[in-house]
């Protein structure tokens, strides 16, 4: 394939991870189970990557598929990706777009389907490429799901995933029509679809019965000599939604069920399953509860009638849920492990935990610079002022490139962006305190750019490593020096400064290490204060809710005391068994 065209899929898929959450909070469409953005990021991740021969993308896009969306979209790109040359587009998308269509038991127009079709239209009608005729005649496609489909006129938006596919098309054309493309905002040219009405909601809940719903959503990979013709009209009686897939004797199975353990067995009599995962669906729904639904589904203002927003890293040990409910971005750095690159808050942490116990690479990249200025620029088409809380400069480039971007594309002084100096637990620490602090100040920015410089300079953590080899593994220490520090069974404490990471002690177990903590907490915190305190672990949630957590509580009654993950991109490097305590004085606690 010609090059300019695997640099395409690369940013049409970049493009696509930009705008995940917001593919996720207009989900309606077969279930409103706010995973589509999700899904179709991990299932194209492939494309993201782009390594090795077609061929083998295509293999690897049968393994990673997963939900309705994930699934249709992989089938499709089975067939773009036959393509060697532009001049190929039209037949490559006939047959991705004709694969799409026969994997789905039950397709329905007003959905991605209407968009892949739609985009054979113009190409059949279109003699030059031109791709702005192209994105316009894939833009009015989605804006037609709302008319096709009753579920999302009456939710009055489009259509998720065909969004999804418009969102990565846009980013796939204008890069091979242009070297250093520029974007409308998806926000202004679909700002009266992106909003679920409140009714359609407590309609949808009241109807779905999500409390007592037991269902699954099944992606699994078999290997089986039934026709895969055959294989959906085999499965149609054990579940819904099915989708189903094929590369030699490989098929990718997606259903949802309320029987899953019956379906499964299903499964296994017509082939050997390679891999199987499950989801609940009641757990996704309940994303759409009547509490949450105003705040992220109705309330949030696609346009800059929102005066001040808070963006972060998600190096920052900020737990994504909780960012959404303080209206919070989080920007991803990508985790590698199995041939796979995923958002940091897309892998299950206790997997790759487990990889790592295990002697598997793991390691860590930052998104692009392309995936990165997107970011920026969404930001501030949603809001009027931004403030961006960076992973402090010494650890990555963020800052760097946060801050060139600003001097070429902010002319009018909407992004705010702050070194904070450090990451982990203390930049999360930072951006919840700054979350908090400006939900009190709505429309003053100075006041919250000045309080994030005060509690910077106040905020501490202290970060607890169990092996040192993972540092090492990371490139972060010497193998000779992690050999001897865990031959030894040093245990090092180190704190996240402006300067890098400072190494502040040496310990001999856990109990030593918490001694360490509640002194360090002593020295800034009166035992009858009501401090913030966040607790991270890793793969020890239960030993520092049970220890950890028990002691500092019983020695600070009054604090609150907020449990959360360490940032997997932090976990990665200093490993399974690291935990990490971050504070801040009472003065700053609200």
Not at 66 to 76: D, K, M, P, Q, V
């Amino acid at each position: 394939m010609e090059q300019k065209l695997r640099l395409s899929f690369i940013k049409g898929a970049e493009r696509l991870s930009v705008w995940a959450y917001l593919l996720d909070q207009i989900n309606v469409f077969p279930v409103a189970d706010s995973d589509t953005g999700k899904n179709l990021v991990v299932s194209l991740s492939p494309l993201r990557q782009m390594n090795g021969s077609c061929e083998q993308i295509i293999q690897k896009l049968l393994e990673s598929a997963c939900g309705n969306s994930g699934n249709i979209a992989a089938r499709f790109f089975s067939g773009l990706l036959t393509m060697n040359s532009l001049e190929q587009l039209c037949q490559a998308s006939l047959l991705g777009r004709n694969s799409a269509w026969q994997a789905v038991l039950d397709p329905k127009p007003g959905t991605m389907l209407t968009v892949f079709d739609a985009l054979i239209e113009i190409l059949e009608q279109e003699i030059e490429f031109q791709a702005d005729k192209i994105i316009n005649h894939l833009k009015n496609a989605v804006f037609s799901t709302r008319e096709l489909l009753p579920e999302l006129k009456n939710a009055g938006v489009v259509d998720s995933g065909a969004l999804g596919m418009f969102i990565f098309f846009e980013g796939f054309f204008k890069s091979i029509a242009e070297n250093d493309p520029v974007f409308p905002s998806i926000i202004h040219t679909f700002k009266d679809s992106l909003k679920i009405s409140p009714e359609y909601i407590n309609n949808y809940l009241d109807k779905y019965h999500y409390e007592n719903n037991t269902g699954y959503c099944i992606n699994t990979l078999i290997k089986t000599s039934l026709d895969p013709e055959k294989t959906p009209g085999v499965l149609s009686p054990y579940g819904e939604s099915i989708i189903v897939s094929h590369d030699k004797e490989l098929l990718k199975i997606h259903a949802h069920t309320i029987d899953k353990q019956t379906l499964k067995d299903k499964i296994k009599s017509i082939g050997k399953i390679i891999t199987w995962s499950e989801e609940s669906l009641t757990d996704n729904i309940k994303n759409l509860t009547r509490k949450s639904a105003p705040a992220l589904s109705v309330n949030v203002s696609y346009s800059n009638d929102s005066q001040v927003h808070i963006m972060t890293d998600a190096a920052g040990s900020f737990p994504r849920q909780y960012a959404q409910e303080l209206c919070v971005t989080l920007l991803d750095s990508y985790i590698i492990a199995e041939h796979q690159a995923l958002p940091e808050s897309h892998f299950d942490p206790s997997a790759i935990y487990q990889l790592m116990k295990k002697g598997r690479q793991v390691s860590t990249s930052q998104a692009s610079v392309f995936e990165r200025h997107q970011h920026y620029q969404k930001a501030v088409h949603q809001y009027q002022k931004v403030i961006y809380l960076c992973t402090g400069s010494v650890y990555t480039g963020n800052y760097n490139t946060a801050a060139a971007w600003k001097k070429d594309n902010d002319p009018e002084n909407q992004m705010a962006v702050i070194d904070t100096g450090t990451a982990s637990g203390k930049l999360g620490t930072i951006a919840i305190m700054c979350a908090r602090y400006l939900s009190g100040i709505k429309k003053n920015p100075g006041r919250i750019i000045k309080f994030a410089e005060n509690i910077i300079a106040q905020c501490e953590e202290y970060v607890f490593l169990d092996k040192l080899k993972y540092l090492a593994a990371s490139g972060r220490l010497s193998k000779t020096g992690a050999f001897f520090g865990d031959m030894l069974n040093m245990k090092p404490v180190i704190s996240p400064l402006s300067q890098g990471a400072k190494k502040v002690g040496m310990v001999k177990n856990q109990e030593s290490q918490i001694k360490f903590a509640l002194e360090k907490l002593e020295t800034r915190i009166k035992k009858e204060s009501s401090p913030f305190i966040m607790i991270e672990y890793t793969d020890n949630k239960q030993w520092v809710n049970m220890s950890v957590k028990k002691q500092i509580q019983d020695y600070y009654p009054n604090a609150e005391i907020f449990i959360c993950p360490l940032s997997l991109t932090s976990g990665v490097h200093m490993g399974p068994g690291t935990w990490s305590i971050a504070f801040v004085p009472e003065d700053f606690h609200f």
